[in-house]
Every structure is written in C-alpha cells, then in structure tokens.
C-alpha cells in the first residue's frame, strides 16, 4: 500500500513537471486566430508578505534626508530656488521645526566651469539663499550654518552637461542633535 502511495505521488509529481505553463496554448473555441496583444500565458498572482516596510527612526539623519530631501538644484549660474527646491526646503523646515534641538550645515556646490573665486562666491550665494529660505519658514538662524564648497566637492566628476546640473546644488548636512 504504501509503495503504491509512493509511485502515485511520483506519477502525479513527474506530470506536473511535464508541461510548462507559460508556454501552454490555450485553445479558442472558432477557428479564428488569437490577436498579437492577447496574451495565452499563465499570470502569476503577486503575493504580499506581511513584513513591515522599514522606517527610518523619527529624528534620524536618515529620515530627514528620506523624508524632507537633503538637497536642492539650482539652474546655470543661478541661485535662485526652483519651486521643486522650495519644496523640498519646505519639507525640511517642517521637519526642523520639528526638531528643535538638530543643526545643520548648508553646502553650496557649483559645476567645473568658472573660475575657483567665482564659484566660491557662487556656492556662498546658493548656500545662503537655502538659509533664508529657511530662516523665513520658521528655523531659527542660529541652527543654521553656512559654507561653499565652489567646484571644489562633485557629485559627478565627469565633464558633461548632466554632471554638470546635479554638481549645481546645495545639501543640507545635519551636524548636531539628531537621533542615532
């Protein structure tokens, strides 16, 4: 008996292995070909695991820059915020606000093109612009430092227009009293 059970679960397993769903033709019913977009595979079902998505510690470095960004984008010799970099230091300053005691460091940053001086003066610029911006949402001042890196720190070392922008920016670094 039981070596019958067994040749009957290795019957069945070996004809479960012997076609391949996805590539089984379904047949219709008319004699009329099935169109191109019809698809005759087997779909799979998406599963959901019941895992929790990971979140990030409230008041960590890492929730600030997941949830409020950490750095904004400036055009061509510009220093003037974007609506999308608005955005993002309204997030930040909501998210400043509500952490009271964390200080940051403003970095502006420039692309290669122009000289060390003018750049400097430039990331100055692009830094101190995010600051007031800041300021201007509620953060006090005094929790805010600023710096210019110029061209000196890439994000992108290449010497191409798509390095080019994302070199032009200014990152918001959290120096001080953020939760590890």
Known sequence: MKTKLLCLVAAFAVSACASDPQTTQVSTPTAQPVPPTTSSRVTSVETHTTEPAYVARPGS????????????????DSYTLSAEARATLSKQAAWLNSYPRTRILVAGN???RGTREYNLALGARRSNSVKQYLVNLGVDPSRVTTISYG??????????????????????????GASS
């Open 61 to 76: 470095i890492e929730e600030f820059s997941t949830n409020a960004g950490d750095r904004v984008y400036f055009a061509y």
């Open 151 to 176: 061209k000196e720190r890439p994000i992108d070392p290449r010497s191409v227009g798509a390095a080019w922008s994302i070199n032009r920016n200014a990152h918001t670094a959290i120096v001080s």
């Open 110 to 112: 420039c692309d290669e």
